[in-house]
C-alpha cells in the first residue's frame, strides 16, 4: 500500500506532518521541495488544489494499491488500515457527500446527475500507478478547464475546489467505483472530545490547526 | 384586582371639579373605548403622536402601509418609506421596498457595521413559545437555541442581519457548563431574509448549516418543513457569491424545490 499526499503552503506543511505522525506507515508528502514543483497559478488556492489532482503523476513507482489523503488528515488508531478492504474489481474508492446536490451551473449539476453523489477527495483508493495516474491525467486537465471558468459575478470561484473537477473527469473516464464508509474520512468533527471518542478511523480537520496537539 | 384594560375598556373624562366617586352623574364629558382610541392610528401617518396599533403577527411587506408603525412583539415597528430605507441603507435591496417594515430603532447601515464573517445564531429565553429574534453571538462562538418551542428566525430582529456570511443552527444542543442539554425546537419560518446579501462560504464553511454532530443525544435532525424552506428560499437575495444552502438536515430538506435557490446562484445540498 502506498500513501501519498500534498501539501502546498506553510500550513499543510504542519498538517502533512501531522499525518505522517499519526500513520504508522510511510506516508510520501509533495511539497514545494520536489523538483518536479512548478508554480501553475498565482493563486495559492488554485497552485495547491492543482498539484492535489495532479498527484500521482508524482509518484514514480509504486506496487500495489495507491491511496491519497489530503495533508489535514490524521488518524488516532494503531493500525488504521487493519480492516480496510474493497472489491477485487473496484478501481477507484472514496467517501461520497450525502445529500442531494442542486447546482447553479449546468456542467456541475451534469456531474452530480451522474454520479449520484458528490465525492469527497480527501481519502482516495486506486488500485494501481496506472490507474490514478490516468485519473489524475483528466483531473488536473478538468481543474484548469474550470479554473478559466472562475468569475465571481457568475457564481463560479475557487471555492468551488477540486471535487467538481474531480466528478467531471470520472465522467469521461468510465472508471469502476466504489462508496466508501463514513468512517474512512469523517470531516465533520471538530471537537477535540468527539473526536477521541468517535469510531471513525480517519479524521480531516479543515483548518483547525490545533484541533489536536 | 380589576382586569386590565382591552379593546372594550372605556375612558371617560370628567370635568375638573368632579366629584370621583360619582362616576355615574351628568359630569361625564365624553366617552370611548380603548379600540377606537387604537383604530385612530390605523389610518396612516404613523408618525408623531398617533398611537400605534398592536399585532399579533409579525409584520410583513405591505406597500400600502409605508410610513405606518405598529407595536408587535414588545417593539414598535414601521413600515419604511422609502426614505427611510434608504437612510437605513437597505433601499437597493430585493424586495425590500417602501412598506418593507423594520423594527423602528432599526439602525443597520452598511457603512458603519463591520462585516460578520462567521456566527452562530441562537435563540434565548424564549417565553411565550413564539419569539421573533436572535442574539448574535460572539464570532465563531456555539450557542445554540435553548427552547422546545416553535420559532421564527427572523435575520431583521438584529441590526447586523444583513451583513452575515454564513449561518450555522445548531440543532438543539445546549453546551452547559456541566453537562449538554438538548432543547429540540421546531422552526416554523425564517423572516428578514431579504437581507442577507452576504451569504458566503468560507473555505471549507458553507454558507447556510445545521449542525447536528453534536455528542450523544441530541437530534438528528432540526424540524423545519419543505414549505418554510421553499420560502427562505423565495425570499433570499440573489447572488454572485459561492453559497452552499445545506438544508439536509432540516426535516423537510429533502422535499424542498432547491432549484427555487438555484436559480438564484446558490448550490443547494439536501
Known amino acids: ?213 | 384586582m380589576a382586569n386590565p384594560l382591552s379593546t372594550n375598556s372605556k375612558i371617560v373624562v370628567f370635568d375638573s371639579d368632579v366629584n370621583l366617586n360619582d362616576a355615574n352623574t351628568n359630569n361625564v364629558k365624553q366617552g370611548a373605548t380603548i379600540g377606537d382610541i387604537l383604530a385612530l392610528s390605523g389610518g396612516g401617518g404613523g408618525g408623531g403622536g398617533s398611537v400605534p396599533l398592536l399585532v399579533a403577527d409579525r409584520p410583513v411587506f405591505d406597500a400600502s402601509k409605508a410610513g405606518d408603525k405598529v407595536y408587535f412583539n414588545g417593539e414598535e415597528w414601521i413600515y419604511g418609506t422609502s426614505d427611510w430605507l434608504e437612510q437605513l441603507g437597505i433601499s437597493g435591496l430585493a424586495g425590500v421596498s417602501a412598506g418593507y417594515p423594520v423594527p423602528y430603532n432599526f439602525t443597520w447601515n452598511p457603512n458603519r457595521v463591520t462585516t460578520i464573517k462567521k456566527s452562530l445564531l441562537t435563540v434565548e429565553n424564549l417565553n411565550p413559545a413564539s419569539y421573533y429574534g436572535f442574539n448574535l453571538s460572539a464570532s465563531d462562538a456555539m450557542i445554540a437555541a435553548e427552547t422546545t418551542a416553535n420559532i421564527t428566525w427572523d435575520f431583521l430582529h438584529y441590526p447586523l442581519g444583513a451583513k452575515i456570511q454564513q449561518i450555522t443552527i445548531q440543532a438543539g444542543k445546549y453546551v452547559g457548563p456541566s453537562t449538554n442539554v438538548f432543547f429540540p425546537f421546531a422552526i416554523d419560518a425564517f423572516e428578514g431574509v431579504e437581507l442577507l446579501t452576504d451569504l458566503e462560504d468560507i473555505g471549507t464553511g458553507v454558507a447556510f448549516r445545521v449542525n447536528i454532530t453534536g455528542s450523544g443525544g441530541g437530534p438528528s435532525a432540526v424540524t423545519c418543513s419543505a414549505a418554510a424552506i421553499d420560502d427562505f428560499f423565495t425570499k433570499l437575495p440573489s447572488t454572485t457569491k459561492t453559497a452552499t444552502l445545506n438544508v439536509s438536515d432540516f426535516t423537510g430538506g429533502s422535499a424542498a424545490n432547491a432549484s427555487i435557490a438555484t436559480a438564484k446562484g446558490y448550490t443547494v445540498v439536501q
Open chain 1, 1 to 213: 500500500m502506498n500513501l501519498f499526499s500534498v501539501a502546498i503552503n506553510e500550513k499543510y506543511h504542519k498538517e502533512a506532518l501531522r499525518l505522517q505522525r499519526s500513520v504508522p506507515l510511510d506516508v510520501k508528502v509533495f511539497t514545494e521541495d520536489s523538483d518536479k514543483y512548478k508554480k501553475i497559478n498565482d493563486d495559492p488556492l488554485i497552485n495547491a488544489l492543482w498539484h492535489k489532482s495532479n498527484f500521482a503523476n508524482y509518484i514514480e513507482k509504486a506496487k500495489g494499491p495507491v491511496i491519497f489523503m489530503d495533508a489535514d488528515m490524521f488518524t488516532l488508531k494503531e493500525d488504521p488500515f487493519k480492516n480496510f478492504k474493497v472489491k477485487r474489481t473496484t478501481e477507484m474508492a472514496y467517501v461520497p457527500y450525502k445529500g442531494k446536490w442542486g447546482l447553479p451551473d449546468q456542467e456541475r449539476q451534469k456531474a452530480f446527475d451522474f454520479h449520484g453523489h458528490k465525492i469527497n477527495s480527501g481519502f482516495m483508493y486506486f488500485k494501481n500507478l496506472k490507474i490514478a495516474q490516468k485519473v489524475c491525467d483528466q483531473w488536473q486537465y478538468e481543474y484548469l478547464e474550470r479554473e478559466k471558468l472562475y468569475d465571481v459575478q457568475k457564481g463560479t470561484s475557487k471555492h468551488e475546489f477540486d471535487e467538481w473537477a474531480l466528478m467531471i473527469a470520472l465522467m469521461k473516464l468510465g472508471t469502476k467505483i466504489e462508496l466508501l464508509d463514513g468512517k474512512w474520512n469523517n470531516w465533520h468533527l471538530s471537537d477535540r472530545e468527539e473526536i477521541k471518542n468517535s469510531e471513525s478511523i480517519f479524521i480531516q480537520s479543515h483548518h483547525h490547526l490545533d484541533i489536536l496537539d
